[in-house]
């Protein structure tokens, strides 16, 4: 069992930045590849991000270029550093184990954290 825990989140205006940190503990999760989500009101959960052992990274288009994913496995934790955030980034951010298959679809990951709110305002 993995217990994951996800802080960092906030309110910040457009154009700002924030720093997602994900804190894993129980089994070892330094074999484990890890993703980023969220999920706004009304919408269904989207995949931001990914990140493999070796550091191979992976974003959504919609966030290519202003988010960057990395992991400090020593610490057991991943990060998603936020820049030039824009209004339409404003949601629930989770973190995750991804078990398999395409790492789009939310039923791929498990362990999930409690999410930590990222508003942005215009």
């Known amino acids: 069992q993995v217990q994951l825990v996800e802080s960092g989140g906030g309110l910040v205006q457009a154009g700002g930045s924030l720093r997602l940190s994900c804190a894993a503990s129980g089994r070892t999760f330094s074999s484990g590849v890890m993703g980023w989500f969220r999920q706004a009101p009304g919408k269904e959960r989207e995949f931001v991000s990914l990140?493999?052992?070796?550091?191979?990274?992976t974003y959504a288009d919609s966030v290519q270029g202003r988010f960057t994913i990395s992991r400090d496995n020593a610490k057991d934790t991943v990060y998603l550093q936020m820049n030039s955030l824009k209004p339409d980034d404003t949601a629930n951010y989770y973190c995750?184990?991804?078990?398999?298959?395409?790492?789009?679809?939310?039923?791929?990951?498990?362990?999930w954290g409690q999410g930590t709110q990222v508003t942005v305002s215009s």
């Open positions: 995750a184990v991804y078990k398999g298959g395409s790492y789009f679809q939310a039923a791929n990951f498990h362990y």
């Open positions: 990140i493999s052992l070796s550091g191979s990274r």
